[in-house]
């Protein structure tokens, strides 16, 4: 079998157990070793031995036998994003597969679980429903942290896959139920009524989901921030302390998959209806908070405005629409949680407590920045779906409005969250946030002012 190259990656094919050291192997598993464990499959195959040397980086002089051109009016010609390390020459992009989650599998082949030369069998992994083209796949400039055909490899990509060239999905498709505790607490007051279809008698509702991995056209994304791409390349190079050379040495690769936590996109309803604006569409775009979301933290909104994102969602598809929800893994506003957690300290020890008219210079002074969760990027999972007008968007945030209406969708109605819905230390959060910017209802414009100057937040203590 031809070899791709001259990194312990570079064979097109390989042999597991001659990459790895017999001679250390632990002795066989009883069937009761194995049983008594889930992982017991993953059998230890010996030390990881390289069989070459390193390479550090590539340069354009190897070039790309199959390239990407961003939004072209089919898969053939736009080509598959190819980043599986198992084919170096082949590779049109700089990063590879699974996010953050490559790491973990650097760890799996480094232990001797994992065979580095694995490819995955996509047989059966098809989406069960149909996420189809929609005008803005073949626009350039509406989707550029995405690959629309993402989901589509064995279809749009087929020819491909049978002559051997590993091109793997970036999005993963299927349908679930998920169960709220809130879902049902809204069953037993009455504000949902349970169909059978959307919304079933134990509380659980039927989605659609989809995780979406990031997938960066540079040239795109340096657009949206307006600022040159060569800037955007270097920054990324020199912030992530090196760790990707070839976005330097190799400027004639466009793609990028960024080591960075994705999106999950759940759908209330019908997904074609996406598409149709006589359709009644209610979306929440809501960036992650494991305290709030998982664990209830009462400092901030997040939990209360995704249920009333879901419960608004589901009403929705019940009375025949649409409903959407976009989960992205931005923790902390993209600071992550360890930054988050030494504000809340820091608002809270600082003299006259944790106000609101404090909330963003405080995180400004701990993190350098007050959000790095920058929108721009966030309506491309909504021109994936085909979502042109949105009836209810269930967000106050400017940022996102701005963003979602900025890149050519219509929103008819901001919804902001229900008063009975903020937790009781959350007040500085909301408050500081409509101070600053956030949509305010009518009936609460005369109080923000005030509001701002004097809602304080419970101590670190209390």
Known sequence: MEKLGTSPCDQSTGNFDALFAKSKQTPKETAEEKRASAWGRDGFHGEYVPSTHVVLTTHPRRGCPIKVKWGAPSPEERGPVIASI??????????????????????????????????????????????????????????????????????????????????????????????????????????????????LPDGSCVVTKAAIEHVWHLPGVAKRFNITEATLRRCMFEQTGGMFPELITRSDIDVFLPPIGGQTVYIFGPPEYCHDESKVCTVRVHDECNGSDVFGSDICTCRPYLVHGIEECIKTAQNGGVGVIVYFRKEGRSLGEVTKFLVYNARKRQEGGDRAETYFHRTACVAGVEDMRFQELMPDALHWLGITKIDHLISMSDMKYNAITGSGIKVLERVAIPDDLIPSDAHVEIDAKMYAGYFVPEDKKEQVEANFKSTVGRQLDE
């Not at 995405?146 to 590993?166: C, N, Q, R, Y």
């Open 86 to 199: 198992t084919q170096p020459k082949l590779k049109n992009a700089i990063g590879t597969h699974n996010g953050s989650y490559c790491v973990y599998r650097s760890i799996a082949v480094a232990a001797g679980k994992m065979d580095p030369m694995f490819r995955p069998d996509l047989h059966n992994t098809a989406p069960p429903v149909d996420i189809t083209p929609s005008p803005s796949w073949f626009d350039p400039n509406k989707m550029v942290s995405m690959d629309p055909w993402g989901h589509m490899i064995t279809s749009a990509f087929g020819s491909h896959l049978e002559k051997g060239v590993d091109v793997r999905p970036t999005i993963g498709v299927t349908k679930a139920h998920i169960q709220m505790p809130e879902s049902r607490e809204a069953i037993e007051k009455g504000r949902l009524v349970p169909d059978g279809k959307i919304l």
